[in-house]
């Protein structure tokens, strides 16, 4: 009996020693220190070693050894008291308030292939426009269009009354007549020396006064029948039958569609990049999801001296006469050969008074073995988001390049940011993101 127990003792004290040394190089996490087992094996070979001692010797080093062993007890529940208990407690704690991971989508940063371009915004002009408006004055008697139709180039548009400048066309035209018979009676009379060479001449001087009358009345009924001085399209009416109209009064607005022109302002430091001929594209609000395609008509010649910036002109082909004059425009102009960008989604941007700043996941690192909460399941699935602050380059459409900050293949939280701060786990949402929509809404 006595044999056994001692390979008993034996046994505990090897075990315990392994088990120590298991801890002490981090094979195992454990609640108590390394240290520990290597006081039970202590304990263990003291206990084999008092056994072997003769009986009157054992009595004593047996008491002083219980006494050490409860000293020992009373010190190891301070330890555990103090030490160890606030530590597990710690743990526990942080456990269960950590924060739990963050579904997110990522995408990668991506390079692609950009053409320098150069935006603004400006309006449509016509490329002719003008208001109908009588040279001289007098009342509406016939109107040949109405509102919104297409005319052509000669096509009668108002009559205004001209019944007096008849009567003095046909007045005028029977003192011509009178004239010209008047100069041939004085012409043959000079040809017989019957009549002096004045009296010729002033029958010929009366003729041509008669004749400019008639011309003259004639241009007046014509300016009274007004016609299109060009094909395009009618505008609203102002104009009634029976109304007065005044000399420049504007009855109507004629406006050549097709082609149109959309004029817009740059900076004198684009003008470098600028040429006649150069493409251009146009999108207009009366006409979402359409880009229409034109050219660089002409670049003005002077420099606005209040606003630096120089008026550029575009010409665009307006076949079905969906644009028209005024219209607010976007405009791109592609200024060079493509370039090499690295790109992300625009929703993957922070913007802040801070700087902009975009959120990267990356791997989260381990927990040290037998630290504070190491009996806690690790969260986050290994991933964290680490906020880097970026500098931004051109956007087109829903993306964005990236100047600095990111690198090639990094996952980029694009959706799901707000709630994010910086170190916080993560886990990647697999599903594709949501597909934009066909047609954004005017607001």
């Not at 963050?102 to 208001?131: D, H, K, M, N």
């Not at 009676?185 to 009358?213: E, H, I, K, M, W």
């Not at 200024?335 to 929703?347: F, I």
């Not at 600095?404 to 993101?433: C, F, H, S, W, Y």
Request: aromatic residues 6%; positive net charge; contains cysteine.
């Amino acid at each position: 009996m006595r044999r056994v127990i001692d390979w008993v003792l034996l046994v505990v004290a090897l075990a315990a020693l392994g088990v120590g040394a298991a801890a002490k190089t981090g094979r195992l996490a454990l609640p108590a220190p390394a240290v520990a087992f290597g006081v039970v094996a202590a304990i263990c070979v003291a206990l084999i070693a008092i056994r072997a001692l003769p009986l009157r010797i054992r009595r004593p080093v047996v008491f002083l050894v219980t006494l050490a062993l409860l000293a020992a007890i009373t010190a190891g529940l301070a330890y555990f008291q103090f030490f160890i208990k606030p530590t597990m407690v710690r743990g526990f704690i942080s456990a269960a308030f950590a924060p739990k991971p963050t579904v997110v989508w990522a995408q990668p940063a991506t390079y692609e292939q950009w053409p320098p371009q150069l935006s603004a915004i400006g309006s449509l002009r016509a490329y002719q426009g003008i208001f109908i408006a009588p040279q001289v004055a007098g009342v509406i008697s016939v109107i040949h269009f109405e509102s919104g139709q297409d005319v052509k180039e000669g096509d009668l548009l108002i009559n205004l009354d001209d019944s007096v400048e008849q009567a003095d066309l046909a007045a005028n035209k029977a003192q011509l007549l009178n004239a010209d018979a008047t100069l041939v009676r004085q012409r043959t009379l000079v040809q017989g020396g019957n009549t002096p060479q004045a009296t010729l001449d002033s029958a010929l001087a009366a003729r041509d006064s008669a004749a400019a009358s008639v011309q003259r009345t004639q241009a007046i009924i014509a300016q009274k029948a007004i016609r299109a001085p060009f094909s395009g399209r009618i505008g609203i009416r102002n104009a009634d039958l029976g109304q007065f109209a005044a000399v420049g009064t504007p009855l109507a607005t004629l406006t050549q569609l097709d082609p149109i022109y959309a004029d817009f302002p740059v900076t004198e430091a684009a003008l470098a990049t600028l040429a006649v001929g150069q493409e251009v594209t146009m999108t207009v609000g009366g006409a979402p999801g359409q880009i229409f395609t034109g050219k660089i008509k002409a670049i003005d010649a002077r420099v606005s001296a209040d606003s630096r910036n120089v008026t550029i002109r575009a010409e665009f082909a307006n076949p079905d006469r969906r644009l028209l004059p005024g219209m607010f425009a976007n405009l791109t102009v592609t200024t060079g050969a493509p370039a090499r960008v690295l790109t992300l989604p625009r929703t993957a941007i922070v913007y802040s008074l801070y700087g902009d700043n975009v959120f990267v996941v990356v791997p989260a690192p381990k927990p040290e073995p037998g630290g504070a909460g190491s009996g806690a399941p690790a969260t986050g699935g290994g991933l964290k988001v680490e906020r880097r602050f970026v500098r931004l380059g051109a956007t087109r459409g829903e993306r964005i390049a990236i100047a600095e900050g990111v690198k090639e293949g990094e996952q980029v939280v694009a959706a799901g940011q707000i709630k994010l701060q910086a170190n916080m786990p993560v886990t990647l949402d697999e599903r594709p993101a949501l597909p934009l929509p066909a047609q954004t809404p005017l607001q």
